[in-house]
């Protein structure tokens, strides 16, 4: 059985995750063979198919670890005990910061998402359609309580931000003129200034 851990108790799965992460984002996903990513991890092509399967599992693990994070923090958001102007701002804001954070991430993930196999291709969209789908029933309870203009579709209000939040790997740069949060505020704002009746 493969160790679980190296030297400085690094678990395997993440070594392999941070080694494919790495170089998916410097040479593609589709130039880095299984070969190259278990020598920058420092394990066996065993310790790979133990734990992933697949290049393609890998892949797939790489979107799927930021989606968990902004699904869970967007549910906490949704379930908070506050006005609904408040919710929306905090998760609008949130998937902005989330990303920033994970940019290597969703940066190969968007260039590289037409390489998964078509049952995790159609496994992601729909974890991505779960997550929306949240995101704009905050929306429509604004909407319906008045609080937000409805001369907009929630739909599209939805697609507005999210085309904001999938184009960041295409500009952002780390140490740039604005921080991950001024940037979240930044869009945020502009969500709620749409939204206002």
């Not at 799965?13 to 278990?38: H, K």
């Not at 991430?105 to 590289?112: E, G, H, N, V």
């Not at 085309?163 to 604005?178: A, D, E, F, I, N």
Request: proline share 5%; charged share 25%.
């Amino acid at each position: 059985m493969p160790r679980t851990t190296d030297g400085d108790g690094t678990p395997v799965p993440q070594r392999l995750l941070a080694a494919a992460t790495r170089l998916f984002a410097e040479q593609g996903y589709d130039r880095t063979s299984v070969q190259e990513i278990v020598e920058a991890a420092g394990v066996t092509k065993g310790a790979l198919y133990h734990y992933f399967g697949s290049k393609d599992d890998l892949l797939h693990e790489v979107y799927a670890r930021v989606l968990r994070v902004q699904q869970e923090r967007l549910d906490a958001f949704a379930n908070a005990d506050e006005p609904i102007e408040e919710r929306l701002r905090a998760a609008a804001a949130d998937v902005v910061v989330t990303t920033i954070e994970s940019l290597d991430d969703a940066a190969i993930f968007f260039r590289s998402m037409h390489h998964l196999s078509p049952e995790k291709y159609k496994q992601v969209r729909s974890e991505r359609r779960h997550y929306h789908e949240r995101f704009r029933a905050l929306v429509e309870e604004g909407q319906e309580a008045g609080v937000f203009s409805k001369a907009t579709p929630a739909d599209l209000v939805v697609d507005y931000h999210f085309g904001s939040v999938h184009h960041l790997p295409t500009w952002y740069r780390v140490g740039g003129s604005l921080t991950p949060q001024e940037v979240a505020d930044h869009l945020a704002d502009l969500l709620l200034r749409a939204l206002r009746p």
